[in-house]
């Protein structure tokens, strides 16, 4: 009996994972590795010194998300672009921070879809946030894997079905904003400007559990206010909302 030769031919399944460089009103700056040689940045909002300090091989990123044009998140935007780094950002983003013609900026398409073929395919899609100037989250999709980046906005108008990582903004506690508020450490345009501009703990959660989180691996808790967050308090009240493991970026 004569056999069969069958080639098998296996595409690499891509498994996220996550580096947050940075994550707070000093810079926020996350690298999501899709494969070992395939890196994609979300928001560049450390100077890439700084990136390089903490060991990150610029050539590795082969493109660059940015939510909006706040300096903690575009701060490396043009020295990212020197190096024809392709940066994707809103038309609103790209003439807030003077580089729409540059030529390695690419704009969010209307439907927000940014396609990537090649050995692993991949697919991003931006979508509107509500902060104080024009900004966007971003979902991006990857053989099984579904990561969602939500930072700066006080309300989420998405949910998302079979996410495994969730980067959700908790900048602040509404008691901690409260108290800080009534002993006059904090001044009330301060306050109604968080309020207006940012997700609090208890927005994240309500949003968080408006999800399908039933393949959820984590959900890292981003950009926490020195002043005015608990992480610790902030890890438990979302662990126990949720049942899932819960981190907090390295600020
Ligand atoms: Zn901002
Ligand atoms: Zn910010």
Same mark, same amino acid.
């Given at each position: 009996m004569s056999r069969r030769k069958v080639a098998?031919?296996?595409?690499?399944?891509?498994?996220?994972? =996550? !580096?947050?460089?940075? &994550? &707070?009103? !000093?810079g926020n700056c996350h690298v999501v590795s899709i494969? @070992?040689?395939? #890196?994609?940045?979300?928001? %560049? $909002? *450390?100077?890439?010194?700084?990136?390089?300090?903490?060991?990150? %091989?610029? !050539?590795? +990123?082969?493109a660059v998300f940015i939510t909006h044009s706040h300096g903690d998140h575009s701060k490396s935007v043009e020295e990212l672009l020197k190096l024809g780094v392709p940066c994707y950002m809103l038309s609103e983003t790209a003439?807030?921070?003077? =580089?729409? /013609?540059?030529h390695y900026v690419k704009l969010l398409p209307e439907d927000g879809f940014v396609r990537f073929e090649g050995e692993t395919r991949w697919i991003v899609r931006a979508f509107r946030l509500e902060h104080d100037v024009p900004c966007v $989250?971003?979902?991006?999709?990857?053989? #099984?894997?579904?990561l969602v980046y939500i930072t700066d906005t006080y309300y989420c108008r998405y949910t998302f079905k079979d996410l495994t990582h969730i980067l959700v903004e908790a900048n602040y506690s509404v008691d901690i904003l409260n108290q800080r508020y009534m002993?006059?450490?904090?001044?009330?345009?301060?306050?109604? !400007?968080?309020?207006?501009?940012?997700?609090?703990?208890d927005n994240a959660i309500e949003w968080l559990l408006a999800n399908d989180l /039933?393949? =959820?691996?984590? +959900?890292?808790?981003?950009?926490?206010? @020195? #002043? #005015?967050? @608990?992480?610790?308090?902030? *890890?438990r009240k979302v662990e126990n909302a949720t049942g899932k493991y819960v981190t907090v970026a390295d600020a």
């Open positions: 098998w031919t296996c595409s690499p399944i891509p498994v996220i994972s =996550v !580096r947050s460089l940075g &994550s &707070s009103s !000093r494969t @070992d040689e395939y #890196n994609i940045m979300l928001d %560049a $909002g *450390i100077p890439l010194k700084g990136l390089w300090k903490k060991g990150l %091989a610029i !050539r590795s +990123i082969k003439k807030e921070l003077g =580089v729409a /013609s540059n $989250g971003f979902y991006l999709c990857a053989g #099984n894997e579904r002993t006059s450490e904090m001044h009330s345009k301060m306050r109604k !400007r968080l309020l207006h501009s940012h997700f609090s703990i /039933s393949k =959820v691996k984590e +959900i890292r808790l981003l950009h926490l206010s @020195d #002043n #005015n967050s @608990d992480a610790d308090l902030f *890890i």
